[in-house]
């Protein structure tokens, strides 16, 4: 006979724990201070849900959250056909295969305040070479700092050089993966470079490339460092997507309740878009 | 619809091959008649597959010619060739529903789709899909989605050949059988040369009118099924074809016998050659157990259901007896005789010995 009872759970306790020190119980901080204001001195009073109505009315957030849509939709129209584009060109056996694969992880591997060190010094008018050639060589006004078009240009820019790696390698794997007798098939099917490419090869790519339009949204959607060390958020707030207007409130101003309000409004928008992604890209598949 | 023929084919997967080693395949010359279906029939390894994909157009002889009627085709692509092709694992378009599997190599090639419409109703009705048309390919299970590939090689009117590289692989065993008597019928209703890669002999004998057997890139025989299992021209066909292969025992020529053992054995007809290692070949339908003989002791009895097949032992070779009806028992001795029109020598692996009259 087999006993039955409910001791299996206790398995699940260090994970239990782990989830609610390093989510639950900081989210749950969040929440708390969503409904309350404070005037330091750890005295709080109830707020309900003010802060969310204001932070939901004010242009401020509106303005940022905008932004913060467009900035994901231009680097992901450029990322995933670029990323595809570039997978599809890469040798799929011989000797420079490591190599490709190496020159696409670098950029990855590069941590994000220096990648915003790197683009900002580059792209300085006079000190950046990127700067100087524009401004010097080519003679065009470039200027990062001064120009918003520059600005969202050089973001932008950086972001495409700092992370299209990953649609590549997410797709170059899904490549590998398809056999050889696919392309014969099509071969003697007589059909075309597109044909393959529509029928063949985005077909076996699909899975991997849910994930990684998926994964660019997410880190797009929540970026910080690189634009934070690149523009500030400048000029005036041309560049100041969510996370950083968020920091300037939480941090800068100390306005811990909005701060708290707005970051889970910008978690359930995170939440909901990506569920959306994902529900919809993956809503033929066969069960 | 056409005539195949393959004129001193040789391929080598290196660039600069120095000897017969280094080949694949090693001097290929054949013709298939128009219409005709065929085996490859060989182990892992024999370059069968090097020489489906030489057909094919996937790949191009390092030296010799591939002929289609009286056309030359050796450098043309597969496309140009007008050929189909069924591999291993069924290839079908996953996005797509079996109707436009079926349509799509027609479609690449612009054909009116009224005409489309008739010739794929007309394939899936001879393939039995006719129901799944609107099912999505991928939810299909693997011997349907092989039908499907072997139906858009089908559907086309221009084809001149079709090959199936080991098209059964990854079908279940009951629906093999099944699969292989579809394609026997397919073959008398359209009459399209075919060629039918496997290392599977059951597979070969029963969908070839002719079966091809391949060795390390050399062809060993090529014959009926009937005439590889009543007279194999190599030791090798002997031994793949056939369950168990034939007996290819030790001994010496003299004449037109063999001494086996010290026995002397009558063969089909006189020994032709001299030296080399010289085998003597004798399948084990065609050894009889009884009263006459040479003395033998039974090593090892198995049920194979149909028939017994008894190993037994004399001096030192081993050789099987296929017995019907009741087996002897183990450790007893029996004496055993060969059919003398079926019993041959074999000289560094080839017949040896002369047809009889």
């Not at chain 1, 969040?30 to 204001?37: A, F, M």
């Not at chain 2, 092709?85 to 599997?101: A, E, G, I, K, S």
Request: net charge negative; charged share 20%.
């Amino acid at each position: 006979m087999k006993t039955v009872n409910n001791r299996g759970w206790f398995f699940v306790i260090p994970v239990v724990i782990l989830v609610a020190f390093n989510a639950l119980i900081p989210m749950m901080t969040v929440v708390n201070y969503s409904v309350q204001e404070t005037f330091g001195n750890n005295v709080f009073f109830w707020q309900g849900l003010d802060w969310f109505e204001q932070i939901l009315r004010s242009d401020r957030f509106q303005a940022a959250l905008g932004r913060q849509f467009l900035f994901t939709a231009i680097i992901l129209a450029i990322e995933v056909p670029l990323g595809i584009a570039v997978a599809l060109c890469m040798p799929r056996k011989g000797f420079w295969v490591p190599v490709c694969l190496v020159l696409m992880a670098l950029p990855m591997l590069i941590p994000w305040n220096v990648v915003g060190s790197m683009w900002n010094i580059f792209a300085l008018p006079k000190i950046g070479m990127l700067g100087y050639f524009m401004n010097d060589v080519l003679g065009v006004n470039y200027d990062m700092t001064q120009n918003r078009l520059a600005a969202w240009i050089t973001i932008v820019v950086m972001d495409v050089w700092h992370w299209t790696s990953l649609v590549v390698l997410l797709c170059y794997a899904g490549l590998v993966s398809i056999p050889d007798a696919y392309y014969q098939a099509a071969k003697i099917d007589g059909a075309s470079n597109w044909a393959v490419f529509r029928y063949i090869q985005l077909p076996k790519m699909k899975t991997v490339l849910t994930i990684a339009i998926l994964l660019r949204f997410m880190d797009s959607f929540n970026i910080y460092t690189e634009p934070f060390v690149l523009t500030g958020g400048g000029p005036g707030n041309s560049t100041t997507l969510l996370s950083i207007d968020l920091v300037k409130i939480a941090l800068g101003q100390f306005d811990l309740g909005p701060a708290a309000a707005m970051s889970l409004i910008y978690f359930a928008i995170t939440l909901l878009v990506s569920w959306i992604f994902y529900t919809v890209m993956t809503k033929d598949d066969p069960s | 619809m056409a005539r195949v023929t393959l004129k001193n084919l040789r391929h080598s997967y290196m660039p600069d091959p120095q000897g017969p080693d280094d080949f694949a395949l090693k001097g290929l010359d054949v013709t298939w008649r128009d219409g005709g279906a065929y085996a490859l029939l060989g182990p892992s390894g024999c370059g069968k597959s090097t020489l489906l994909n030489i057909i094919s157009g996937l790949l191009t002889p390092s030296e010799g010619a591939i002929l289609f009627d009286d056309e030359d085709v050796t450098q043309m692509t597969p496309d140009e060739r007008h050929i189909s092709q069924v591999f291993q694992f069924p290839v079908v378009y996953d996005t797509m529903t079996v109707r436009n599997n079926l349509a799509f190599p027609l479609k690449n090639r612009g054909v009116a789709p009224d005409r489309i419409k008739a010739r794929v109703d007309e394939i899936a009705e001879m393939l039995e899909v006719t129901e799944m048309l609107d099912v999505r390919a991928s939810n299909l299970s693997p011997d349907n989605k092989q039908k499907i590939s072997m139906g858009r090689g089908l559907v086309r009117d221009d084809v001149n050949v079709i090959m199936f590289d080991e098209p059964l692989t990854v079908i279940d065993p009951h629906l093999k059988w099944k699969l292989r008597s579809k394609l026997k019928e397919l073959h008398q209703r359209i009459k399209l040369t075919m060629i039918y890669v496997t290392h599977d002999q059951t597979e070969a004998l029963t969908f070839a009118d002719e079966v091809v057997v391949m060795q390390d890139g050399e062809v060993v025989q090529i014959g009926t099924p009937v005439e590889l299992f009543e007279r194999p021209q190599h030791t090798f066909v002997g031994h793949f074809i056939g369950s168990p292969g034939m007996n290819v025992l030790p001994c010496d020529a003299q004449g037109s016998h063999a001494i086996f053992e010290g026995h002397k054995v009558a063969l089909e007809g006189a020994v032709t050659g001299h030296g080399g290692e010289v085998r003597l070949g004798i399948r084990p339908e065609h050894v009889r157990i009884g009263e006459t003989g040479l003395p033998a002791q039974v090593i090892k009895i198995s049920d194979v259901g149909r028939h017994f097949v008894v190993e037994v032992q004399i001096g030192e070779s081993r050789l099987k007896v296929i017995v019907e009806g009741t087996a002897p028992t183990q450790g007893e001795t029996v004496n055993v005789s060969f059919i003398p029109e079926k019993t041959r020598v074999y000289r560094n692996g080839w017949i040896a010995t002369e047809v009889p009259k």
